[in-house]
Each structure stands twice: as C-alpha cells, then as structure tokens.
C-alpha cells in the first residue's frame, strides 16, 4: 500500500501554493536578494583569495613583481577576503531569517 493512501483528507499534503499577494511577492524579492549578495560575496572572496594564495605568490616566485611589492600587495587581499567573508556570514543569516516566507506561501507543507 502506497504512503498516499494512508493519508486522511484532513492531513493531505500538497505543494500548492496559497494566493501570492503583493506583500508575498515583495518578501520573495527580499530572499531572493539575499541569494544575489550570497553570490557576490562568494565571488570576491574566492577571488581576493585566489589573488593573495595563488597569483601574488606565484608572480613573486617567477620575479615577474618584485618580493616587495607582493609584500605590499597581499594585506589588503586578504583584508578583502575578510569583507567578503563577514559579507557572506550577514547574507547567509539574514537569508535564513527570511525563509519563512516560503511556509506562508506553501502552507500546506511540502511533500
């Protein structure tokens, strides 16, 4: 026997969402905002850390910048991926909290 039929009428769970109003709409834009600044975040972590692991070292070692100026250059990337990094903590805790727009929308629950 199938999980589905064990189901009562009154219990039945469906991925039907209610009517979206204008409000739900707006809190949808807010979540998915927060995924575009989760997205940006990543990038320029990734990249500023690319550029203080990887490249600066890598131009320092075949002398194509002088050991000085990589000195010189990889505090600040590093300070960068530090935003980045604080960036992405915020965005991921602010998404977390405006999650629960999904459950209004799908009160029903989800199968």
């Known amino acids: ?14 991925t039907d ?3 979206i109003n204008a ?3 707006q809190r949808v834009g807010g979540l ?3 995924l575009w600044w989760i997205l940006a975040s990543v990038m320029g972590l990734a990249g500023s850390l690319l550029l203080a692991q990887g490249m600066v070292p890598s131009l320092a070692g075949t002398r ?16 960068s991926a530090a935003f ?3 960036l992405l903590v915020f965005s991921v805790v602010v998404f977390v909290n405006r999650l629960p727009v999904l ?3 799908f009160d029903k629950g989800l199968v």
């Open 1 to 14: 026997m199938s999980p589905r039929l064990l189901l009562t009428e009154e219990s039945d769970l469906s």
């Open 17 to 19: 969402p209610t009517f």
């Open 23 to 25: 409000l739900d709409w």
């Open 32 to 34: 998915l905002l927060t």
């Open 64 to 79: 194509d910048i002088p050991a000085g100026a990589a000195r010189m250059l990889r505090p600040p990337l590093y300070l």
């Open 84 to 86: 980045f990094l604080a």
């Open 103 to 105: 459950g209004d929308i």
